[in-house]
């Protein structure tokens, strides 16, 4: 690039001096000159853009994966979050990234909104959160009013006014848009544990695929502890944890946030936090007030809505997955599986993403297969398993276990399998389409059994008797039972 720089000026200072009355040799020189220009400006943009496409392919080129954990964390005053590293080649490659909230009992994740959409799970405990939507009216309201003009009522309420709150559990699923704020608050009596897994690459983010978290209040920048863990694990990226979290008030003048919330300038001081060392979970001095109302255990699992019923402030965001009886596929000696699509949770479709959890007993196989149209992350709650997974050119990309509390990207087209350990294993996916559909190697239902046995028989070179068994002896869908020794490492 300096050649270039260098080869442009000399080109502008030599156009200078025959700008006035050339003469024919110089104009000779001048269009030599452009030529030349032209072809070397050619070359470097077609070098530049080999560059540019070996980088891209570079990304992509996923000869080994890794079941990774958390690279750093950000330490606060109400609880932790851990983050994975979204550098590393195969999130960059699928365009997502996830983080791991633990927060303690009354604390609080401070009102915050993330560059694209997020899915979130609840690994354990119960809270309550709130998704902010512009526009959106304030439904939940509390309080005493007398009786005034519409004026002076909205300036008299002595009360409360907020956008819908809901509560949530192990086990649920909640969808949020890129842009909307969110909160969350642990009103349980046990540690909230939940992963939150961001689509990067979405269409919802026009920037470039770094995640962006933009808090709403304190001063989430705050790094306890954060450079002794990374040094325990080894990576080299905590300290960009600084810029991924930071106040959006915080860049505003203190005069300028007064006038805009019509406070005095003191208070609009606070809204900036600059002086608050509590960081982006903090602890609630007491109990949080919500109006909120009550609702059984029985009408809370029987909620439902169509999606034509549904509008962006009325929408259903959020499903559990955990329940046995919700199961699309049940095998009561083997485990289960469960799917969350924009079927079943419509807000999905606009999202674009969709969700799984699978649950396999001791030895347990879910069957070979691969995402047709997604990229997956898996997320592992519970136990441990034997994984494979196999690229295009027959390589086991990753042949390994996959333990609690890991993560493990599996490409769009990759061919997996699992196997559960002796504890078993659970786990949530996460996936990049809204209605992610998987294709089985093996299965009642498999690429396989579809195929007539003559063309088994010759594709494989066994007989037609082996070729039957092969295409016929799991009777299965997904999930197969632990008839056989686990797979050995």
Known sequence: MQFAECFAYKYRRFRFATSHHPTHTQRIKISTMAKLSLSVLSFLLLLGLGYAIREQQGECQLSNIDAREPSYRVQSEGGQTEFWDNHNNEFRCAGVSIRRHIIQQRGLLLPVYHNAPVLVYVVQGRGTYGVLTSGCAETFEAGQQQQFSREERSQRFRGDRHQKVEEFQKGDVIAIRAGDAHWVYNDGDQELVVVVFHHNSNFANQLDQNPRSFFLAGNPGNQQEEEQYRRQRGSKRGQEAQSELGNVFSGFEDELLAEAFNVDVETARKLRGQNDERGHIIRAEKSIQLIQPHRSRQEREQERHNGLEETFCSARVKENLDRASRADFYNPRAGRFSTLNSFNLPILSFLQLSASRGVLHRNAIFAPHWYTNAHSLIYATRGASRVQIVNHRGQAVFDGQVREG????????????????????????????????????????????????????????????????????????????????????
């Open 406 to 489: 890991q993560v493990l990207v599996v490409p769009q087209n990759f061919a997996v399998v699992k196997q559960a350990e002796e504890q078993g294993f659970e786990w949530v996916a996460f996936n990049t389409n809204e209605n992610a559909a998987i294709n089985t190697l093996s299965g009642r239902t498999s690429a396989i059994r579809g195929l007539p046995v003559d063309v088994v028989a010759n594709a494989y070179r066994v007989s037609r008797e082996e070729a039957q068994r092969i295409k016929f002896s799991r009777q299965e869908t997904l999930i197969f039972n632990a008839n056989d020794a686990p797979l050995s490492a």
